[in-house]
């Protein structure tokens, strides 16, 4: 289990908990690192300015990366800081058969995801989010709504508006706002409650009540999807909204299900 995982660091071993007091880097950063095989003193570095890395066979700046895999500079770094190495640190777009070369009929065109991005100014995951919901034609490209602009959807058999299904279902409007942004449509798009045996409706300890993910989001004022990912991960108790990973407490986190 992570909280009890020893590496090699400064010639001693030591706790992630304590190399994340000596170095101030997030628990969860170190481990994510270790768990991608970085060990040593690369394993509590602070990323310099420039960076060099093995990819593709030669040793090679983050910059150049970015620009042989077409991905934007922030993103390598991040992935460089989590650990990530070699061609998984490059996702290479030449070997990659996902989203990204799809061609998808657009404004009369066939057209990539990126090519609609760079259309429309939304977010390449967002367009893609919503082609896989099937959302196709203009409606793939519409700009994200915002309350309280009446917007009309078909829902159990007619049409309704986003606020109308919020109350048939028991979810709040800016969920059922944030699900139609990103493509849902018809029974996916309201979830109805009391049919639903996701997620949502299951009850988890949390500071000695039983609560779900989305009300221990709000108690905590932390996303839901911050909640849910670290829930994912084996995390529970007041690990779930904790701002740094104390992996030695008690409630944190437990072994995955």
Known sequence: MANVIET?????????SE????????????YNRWHRGVRGDELGAKAPKKILTEYKGEKRTLYGIAKMTDTSYPVILHRY????????LGRDQSQNATHNLLLIDY????????????????????????????????????????????????????????????KMTGTSYPVILHRYNHG????????????????????????GKQMTLYEIAKDAEVTYQTVWNRYNQGFRGTALTAKRYDLDKDDTPTEKK
């Open 81 to 88: 800081n989590q650990g990530y190495r070699g061609d998984e």
């Open 184 to 207: 849902y449509r018809g029974d996916d798009l309201g979830r109805d409650q009391s049919r639903s045996a996701a997620r949502n409706l299951h009850l988890i300890d949390y500071k």
């Open 107 to 166: 404004k009369g065109k066939k057209r990539t995801l990126s090519e609609i991005s760079k259309m429309t100014g939304l977010d390449h995951r967002l367009l893609y989010n919503r082609w896989h919901r099937g959302v196709r034609g203009d409606e793939l490209g519409a700009k994200l709504q915002k309350a309280p602009k009446k917007i009309l959807t078909e829902y159990k058999g007619e049409k309704r508006t986003l606020y109308r299904i919020a």
């Open 19 to 30: 190399i994340s007091k000596m170095t101030g880097l997030d628990h969860r950063l170190l």
């Open 8 to 16: 090699e660091y400064k010639g001693k071993q030591r706790t992630l």
